[in-house]
């Protein structure tokens, strides 16, 4: 099982910066996606952003300019650059990844997340 631990989350201004880190261990296959999602409270979890293993990314609209998703394919992380900050971005935001064991089986293995909170 492959274990995910997000770090990084805060208080920020509006128009601050913040970056968060996940960092998956644990017995696998391989990690093809990593992700970054986001649930604000009464609101549906949504996409943030993600990298496949060979680097191509994908961002929401909401975020497309203002956040960057990389990650180390050696190390097994993944971080999320959030700059221009706003209250919207407000959410707890969950480390995403999609393994495949050595068996072949496939699942999508979440992080406890972590608070962001946007706000003067």
């Known amino acids: 099982q492959v274990h995910l631990v997000e770090s990084g989350g805060g208080l920020v201004q509006p128009g601050g910066s913040l970056r968060l880190s996940c960092a998956a261990s644990g017995i696998a296959f391989s990690i093809k996606t990593l992700g970054w999602y986001r649930q604000a409270p009464g609101k549906e979890r949504e996409l943030v952003a993600t990298?496949?293993?060979?680097?191509?990314?994908n961002y929401a609209d909401s975020v497309k300019g203002r956040f960057t998703i990389s990650r180390d394919n050696a190390k097994n992380t993944v971080d999320l650059q959030m700059n221009s900050l706003k209250p919207e971005d407000t959410a707890v935001y969950y480390c995403?990844?999609?393994?495949?064991?050595?068996?072949?089986?496939?699942?999508?293995?979440w992080g406890q997340g972590t608070q962001v909170t946007v706000s003067s």
């Open positions: 995403n990844a999609d393994v495949v064991t050595i068996g072949g089986s496939r699942y999508a293995s």
């Open positions: 990298i496949t293993s060979g680097g191509i990314t």
